[in-house]
């Protein structure tokens, strides 16, 4: 069952919502918590059949984190003895839906889940909703193009930043921009936050403070020690329970079992197509080393990252030829994190550096090449920079304990890369 009438929806679209984000003036959303549209027909049907649902959770940090992806399951488990429940963690820190688009393949879907969670409201909210749209709608048609059955549900997480919208009854731009695409497709949706919020008016919630003792018991609860991320005793528990009690009404509007059909695009120019495409030893030049499975580095990105490559020393090359529009490196930043040069078509680029002021750990990130390139082919080049970073200053302050007690982990310059992300092809 999808969205009826998609025309008028695109119409309104092209007339209101285009002119709105050019003037970054995107209308914000009333603040409603769920909005069941088409609900989920084939995981409601599994789940009466007593068949094994496969769950993927597709996000950031809030949705990494062992807090409401663990207790959503436990509570599906709990509420649906007879069916069986499994779980695909398919998220990872500091990333949007910008990444979540070309590693859904191979993150998710590859997994063939029958319900896919898409959680970047926090994480996209500083994007442009025209960006939010292509990598959003790009999700969608990716899912529904490798499996139609499967279900999707779009929820959308807060930050202490968005506590004033939502008090005053909006959704900010992020979930408002994505809502656009839940109409469009009749993809349900709940807003975690409505509730928070309305608590964290009354005085019934501390949204941010020093985490209790005994947090589960702790009265008025603290929801986060950070304002983003909420505490799995407290501010996960708040968005467990918002699933659990709208879930009968995404339940009872889920019609018949139908495979998604897959409607014109709302936007021609979404990331559909996108691509994660694995690092091969012929793109590479100077002294790289493919880092074996048990190496520190590679074990701790494995569910991610399948291969991992390190340029040692400074010359290392990563050369390949897009025929695209768009390039980047799914790679990982840290500590030992140098500076690359990238070259396109022979022209030198603004230098990127892979650390920056979160990095007295390693995580994993991209290297952004190019993110509007003439379609055609491009000649794409990212050396390792010889030049040595002043890593303490690059670190926020808060952070630079760290250099002083260990400044030996900051000393190399070097690169993890693993995989190209690209809208495109590469020319052999």
């Known amino acids: 069952m999808v969205q009826k009438f998609p025309f008028i929806i695109l119409v309104a679209y092209l007339l209101f919502v285009q002119p709105a984000v050019a003037q970054d003036a995107f209308p914000l959303r009333d603040a409603i918590e769920c909005t069941p549209r088409a609900g989920l027909p084939n995981v409601r049907a599994k789940i009466e059949a007593g068949k094994i649902i496969r769950i993927a959770y597709l996000g950031g940090s809030i949705t990494a984190a062992a807090g409401w992806r663990i207790q959503s399951r436990e509570w599906l488990e709990k509420t649906y003895p007879n069916a069986k429940f499994e779980e695909i963690h398919a998220a990872i820190g500091g990333t949007g839906s910008d990444l979540g688009v070309f590693r859904l393949q191979n993150d998710a879907l590859r997994h063939k889940p029958d319900l896919l969670f898409v959680e970047f409201a926090v994480n996209d909210g500083g994007a442009p909703p025209e960006r939010i749209h292509k990598a959003m709608e790009g999700i969608v048609r990716q899912t529904w193009n490798t499996n139609p059955e499967t279900d999707i549900f779009y929820v959308y997480t807060i930050h202490e930043n968005m506590l004033k919208e939502m008090q005053a009854g909006k959704m900010p731009r992020a979930a408002s921009a994505m809502e656009l695409l839940a109409d469009y497709y009749g993809i349900p949706s709940i807003h975690f936050g409505v509730k928070v919020a309305a608590m964290e008016k009354a005085g019934a919630l501390i949204f941010k403070g020093e985490k209790p003792k005994d947090a ?76 074996p499975a048990d190496h520190a580095i590679a074990k701790r990105f494995a569910r991610n990252m399948s291969q991992m490559f390190k340029a040692k020393s400074p010359g290392a090359a990563l050369t390949f030829k897009l025929n695209g529009t768009m390039a980047s490196v799914f790679d990982i930043v840290g500590p030992d994190g140098g500076q690359l040069e990238i070259t396109i078509d022979g022209e030198a680029r603004k230098p990127v550096k892979r650390i920056d002021g979160y990095c007295t750990y390693h995580r994993m990130s991209k290297t952004q090449i190019a993110s509007s390139l003439e379609a055609g082919t491009h000649d794409i080049c990212i050396t390792l920079s010889p030049e040595k970073l002043d890593k303490r200053e690059i670190l926020f302050e808060r952070n630079r304990d760290s250099f002083d007690k260990n400044p030996d982990r900051y000393t190399d310059h070097v690169w993890y890369a693993s995989s190209l992300l690209i809208l495109g092809d590469i020319v052999e």
């Open 216 to 291: 589960a018991n702790e009265k008025p609860p603290v929801f986060s020690t950070d304002g983003v991320h909420p505490l799995a005793e407290t501010g996960h528990k708040i968005y467990t329970e918002t699933i659990a009690r709208n879930w009968p009404s995404i339940w009872n509007v889920s019609g018949k079992v139908t495979p998604h059909e897959l409607i014109a695009p709302l936007r021609e120019d979404n990331w559909e197509q996108a691509k994660q495409i694995p690092l091969s030893e012929k793109m590479l030049t100077g002294e790289w080393e493919k880092l």
